[in-house]
């Protein structure tokens, strides 16, 4: 470990929640005598971002923060959780506490880009220095674009192409150890300073209404990390349209809100799923394996952080300018699994509970809500998905709506969901609906995806009379889907410039 540098380091925490593969924190301790922990809250700057994230987030970032805690404390230091405006704080405390050094990863978002060059400046002006590390994406997403001549590759083929070019992500770092901490202290007065404890559900308004299915924190995201691993053989044969959207147990890694918030790296994932390929003689290949999905995050972190407006249909070059339409009451009934369609209210159901569900579920519903069925806009989604996810992700759910939309990225637009026959593939029964929407449960399995189709007797010895205790259908989902097929033919025919700049044609 190389020789202290007495810097008085205030490392600001933001997405990577955890001890290893964290560069910046690493050159804190490595660099520094005095370390400040810190992590922003500040809700007024997310409202002018229009970032919503709900109850279920915030309990699950909660934990998140909460387990980096207990570790800090572990070795004298704490986590000094700030209410408010960052550029405030900085203004002030880099005074207050004498620092010299800021740390801190690099993050892509447009508006962390301007927040962080504010801060930057701060820090100049104040003779601070400022030290970033990329650990959040498996590559500089910058040099990314460089290597592909200076634009975004806007393909999954084309990013597959540079990055096969860039080899393999650099290797995860060492984990900060009690070695690393060594002589990095905290004032007693700051270590007691109440002001930066830690923040609640209740002192951000919010209350979750039902129990927490994932734990949030580094020290849970590693032992399922671990679990994972355990399984060699399901790694090296997972093909992730394969596995199953509506089993009750999660039939992929459910890894993605832990890698969403930094609890987990993401080069740390690659390299061990890297050791388990590199042994073997067959395993799956991106895009549909586990490094695949790694490639896919990468892909749309990189086009969103290089294509403006990426969150919105305006002003955006690669999404299709659609005539959606404006209901508020069927965004609603989606919103709340009131469709009448059993198979997308038991998702929507999962949603809302946990926070999270499978990425065929997702697709299911996103299509039934926009191009298959409802034909509202998928910006309208995503601002759900953004509220109800525990892995919600700017970029990745902006660019997984236009995809599933079939505005961007995606471009077999007549391939629709079904919301009766997609689900009944793998869940015949209807298991997954009878335990989200425990009014079906009794009814008989060749009408649980199809209730309005039970008979009057068997709705009541079922105790569910449909219009009453369940809704009707809100559309006759064959007429829908056609009519919206039209509409979408004529669209990419008069906007066929756009549609080919996510093509490979564009340029």
Known sequence: MATKVQ???????RKGLRFHDNPSLLHALCTSGHVYPVYVVDQNWMKDHDIRYGANWWRFTIQCLEDLDTRLRKYGLRLFVVRGNAEDFFKEHFGKWKITQLTHDVDTEPFHRIRDEAVRKIATDMGVEVVTHVAHTLYDIDRTVERNGGTPPLTYRKFLKVYNEMGKPPKEKETATAEHFTNCIVPAEALQDVKFDMITLEELGMKCDHPAK?????????????????DKDWILKFEKPKTS????????????????????????????????????????QPPV??????????FFYTAAAHTPNFTQMAGNRVCLQIPWNTNSEHLA????????????????TQLRKEGWIHHLARHAVACFLTRGDLWISWEEGMKVFEELLLDADWSLNAGNWMWLSASAFFHQYFRVYSPVVFGKKTDPKGTFIRHYLPVLKNLP???IYEPWKAPRNVQEKAGC????????????????SQRNLEIMREVRKEQKETASVTLGYGK
């Open 445 to 447: 399995k060749e009408y």
């Open 333 to 348: 009934r989606w919103r709340n699994a009131e469709t009448g369609f059993p198979w997308i209210d038991a998702a929507m």
């Open 214 to 230: 994932f734990v949030g924190g580094e020290t849970e995201a590693l032992k399922r990390l671990e679990k994972t691993l355990q």
């Open 465 to 480: 009379i449909v219009g009453k205790d369940y809704p009707r259908p809100m559309v006759d989902h064959k007429e829908a």
């Open 289 to 298: 394996s586990l490094h695949g999905q790694l490639i896919w995050r990468e």
């Open 245 to 284: 959207p509506n089993s009750l147990l999660p039939s992929t890694t459910v890894l993605s809100p832990y890698l969403t918030l930094g609890c987990l790296s993401a080069r740390l994932f690659y390299h061990e799923l890297d050791k388990m390929y590199s042994k073997a003689k067959n395993h799956s």
């Open 7 to 13: 810097h008085n380091t205030i490392h600001w925490f």
